[in-house]
């Protein structure tokens, strides 16, 4: 089955191909054929590898399909490299991939044909780019995927491209991850140049040898590329606005692609992180004020978008604390349950604004479980997992992270579980919201109201089952011994560093069971404060004021990025075109093209067939050119 690697990532891509160039011809059932049929087709070609991996006595190795770049003695070929890791993520992107294709499927109904099938080649080609990042073998290929998700993520968020706006965010998330990437591009060219190579096989083993200056070096430029990719602060501000693009991009950004690829990769270069202390701590520190600051700003928005947005990108800062602690396992492991719960949660509000026809505004909502049933269920379970309820997947995987934070350094636990604090307070304002009180939207909402069609409510179904139940993959030691097969599953990917790490600080399991009740407690009584709260809700024309309006206003950090970066490159670009260029360059140009234009003007009157003219120049050269005999020989 092994053989079978190639089609993985190659479905899609002929997708892609089919659906892009057939646009204009295939019907709307064809397209959605196509575009499903492919992702569904290597989601089962994943699970059967996956079993392969599983198998006792499996060893990881590289599949060349041809030789790429040869230059001296560096060759970089295109392979892909299947390992627990890889396959782990294989699952993810095209499982979830599958179920957003086929929600995609009535969500979309009413786009027309050409643009219906674009919208389906773009998700195919954002599946194959995801595919490529986490199969490739080394940075090159992996760099390859890395960029193609950003294309992508630029043609899906400006999908509806006659919109300003959307066109504006489709341009911010690019370039903003064209910072980071610059970050991932120059730690490729280090690795060249220091180990002449950049095959996960060879920079990894020999990366023991390099001095602490250099792992340092490549790993904070990684941590950049990673920065970008995966919305961390400094760079996290086009995640928010990535909501413009269709309710399903939304979902396939946030939870099986691209922001996930910073993860991936710093996971991918454990052994790397792993030798530069420095790098992990600020991976650490990064991550967790990520987490608290985006939680804050999530506390206040009304957006049903926004606020799983700001969410994100908490719960990635969760999973960069969790990197940055050495808890490689328990950050894929919150990857992959915030994958379920965050897919089901957009796909979820997806199906909210399909039925308020196209209303975004929780404060317009409310009432909604009568309504919507099914999704109302769904949305709450995702609600409970991502707030860390037990059993639902993100307690699991959330309370892995922070009991290592916790050995680490007791105040990224302290504030972690305020992060998680706020994660409960934020989400059950927004179930309570929309689904909880009476309606306060328009008669005519109200009257349309009713649940999705089938094909958005059984992803939904799906998707909360995998959110209620994942994280029995994940149980922790002290319910039972061994239970925690993810940890098993990826030891392989994982066990370098942790010799390397050494044994670490261990919680007595009273203490552990302590903390982790108690937290429970506190996230259980900040639900009931968030429900009780907003499910009394009325609608009121007062504007936030004070620390509310700043949180609204998202800490006014992109009022400061465009006063700070935007209007003063804008106001350079003006200076260098209109100064420089136009009246600079183009000026002197321009001039010389001008005097010359003029002096022949000039010396074509010398030309005027006159005899008399002639004479009396003939007569002025030769006095000029007695007196300058005169002068030469004096």
Known sequence: MMKLIYWVPLLPLLGFLVNGMGRRKLSKSAVSLIGCGTVLVSFLISILIFLEVKAPGFQAHPFELFPFIRAGNLNISFSFLVDQLSVLFLLIITGVGTLIHIYSTAYMKEEEGPHYARYFAYLNLFVFSMLLLVLGSNYVVMFMGWEGVGLCSY?????WFKNGEYNDAAKKAFIMNRIGDLGFLLAIFWMIGQYGSVNFSDVFSRAPETSLTVVTGITLLLFIGATGKSAQIPLYTWLPDAMAGPTPVSALIHAATMVTAGIYMIARSNIL??????????????????????????????????????????????????????AYTGAVFHVMTHAFFKALLFLGAGSVIHAMHHEQDIRNMGGLRRYLPVTHLTFLIGCLAIAGIPPFSGFFSKDEILAAALVKSPLYYVFGVIGALMTAFYMFRLYALTFRGKFRGTHDQEHHLKESPSAMTVPLIVLAILAAVSGFLGVPEIFAPDA???????????????????????????????????????????????????????KSDAAETGLGKVLQDKWYVDEIYDAVVSRPLKSLSIFLDDVVERSGIDGIVNGVGRVVQYGSRQFRLLQSGQVGSYILIMVIATVLFFILQLFWKF
């Open 155 to 159: 043609l899906l968020i400006g999908y």
């Open 273 to 326: 992180f792993t030798l530069a202390p420095l790098s992990q701590h600020v991976v650490a520190v990064v991550g967790l004020v990520t987490a608290l600051f985006a939680a804050t700003i999530a506390l206040k928005q009304n957006d049903i978008k926004k606020v799983l947005a700001y969410s994100t990108v908490s719960q990635l800062g969760y999973m960069f604390l969790g990197l940055g602690v050495g």
């Open 484 to 538: 925690h097969w993810l940890h098993h599953f990826l030891s392989p990917i994982f066990e370098d560093s942790m010799q390397i790490a050494g044994p670490s600080m261990e919680m007595g399991h009273g203490t552990e069971l302590a903390l982790m009740f108690g937290v429970v407690a506190a996230i259980a009584l900040v639900i009931v404060w968030a429900w009780r709260t907003y499910s009394r809700y009325e």
